[in-house]
């Protein structure tokens, strides 16, 4: 089992800059399709971006392609999630996601990961 602490949200004005990091816990890290979504207060929670266990593929919802950024650094246990351009309707909790299954890299659905961070709350004010 996989914990996963996520930390780098805050109050930002729109059209600024936040970096997310998620940091995991235990030796597979490499092995852990990895994975950001959020949800906002009376919303379902919906994804944002994934990236594979190699880093090589990854893939965005519509709405940040072009001003989030997701990467990982396997030898410090780390995945990144670069959000530039902040709108207000980003704002939300920002939950990290990892999963061990051999089901492909590109897994959008909340169902797709076994493992949860508590999340950390992006308030973009506009």
């Known amino acids: 089992q996989v914990q996963l602490v996520e930390s780098g949200g805050g109050l930002v004005q729109a059209g600024g800059s936040l970096r997310l990091s998620c940091v995991a816990s235990?030796?597979?890290?490499?092995?852990?399709?990895m994975a950001w979504f959020r949800q906002a207060p009376g919303k379902d929670r919906e994804f944002v971006s994934c990236i594979s266990r190699s880093g090589g593929i990854t893939y965005y919802e519509d709405s940040v392609k072009g001003r989030f950024t997701i990467s990982r650094d396997n030898a410090k246990n780390t995945v990144y999630l670069q959000m530039n351009s902040l709108e207000p309707e980003d704002t939300a909790v920002y939950y990290c996601?990892?999963?061990?299954?051999?089901?492909?890299?590109?897994?959008?659905?909340?169902?797709?990961?076994?493992?949860w961070g508590q999340g950390t709350q992006v308030t973009v004010s506009s």
């Open positions: 235990g030796r597979t890290f490499s092995g852990y399709t």
């Open positions: 996601a990892a999963d061990l299954r051999d089901w492909g890299p590109i897994r959008t659905i909340v169902g797709g990961y076994q493992y």
